[in-house]
């Protein structure tokens, strides 16, 4: 089974940062082009898409609320998908989640494969 594993989450002050870690196992990460992004869902709210990168062109896509503070990249030796995270704010706050699927979209629902999410509170 594919299993998607998110790591680094926190408690941090307002201004801080924090870098994601989310670890595939279960296939080949880079034996085809597809889509890893990381999404976040706050309580009462849609899950959002934050960041995605395709394998095809390896150019990272932000949600206009992260840009210029949030960085998503790939490390293909080790399976892993990273994101760090700058001048935090309280908006913020959210579970956030590793998806894999095979292209890049808004929609979470053409998305395969889910972590379990890990929580990033900014206070």
């Known amino acids: 089974d594919v299993q998607l594993v998110e790591s680094g989450g926190g408690s941090v002050q307002a201004g801080g940062s924090l870098r994601l870690t989310c670890v595939v196992s279960g296939y080949t990460y880079y034996i085809r082009d597809h889509c890893t992004a990381w999404f976040r869902q706050a309580p009462g709210k849609e899950r959002e898409l934050v960041a995605s990168?395709?394998?095809?062109?390896?150019?990272?896509d932000y949600a206009d609320s992260v840009k210029g503070r949030f960085t998503i990249s790939r490390d293909n030796t080790k399976s892993t998908l990273y994101l760090q995270m700058h001048s935090l704010k309280p908006e913020d706050t959210a579970m956030y989640f590793c998806?894999?699927?095979?292209?890049?979209?808004?929609?979470?629902?053409?998305?395969?494969?889910w972590g379990q999410g890990t929580q990033v509170t900014v206070s």
């Open positions: 990168i395709y394998t095809g062109h390896n150019k990272p």
């Open positions: 998806a894999s699927g095979p292209y890049c979209e808004l929609r979470p629902t053409t998305y395969n494969y």
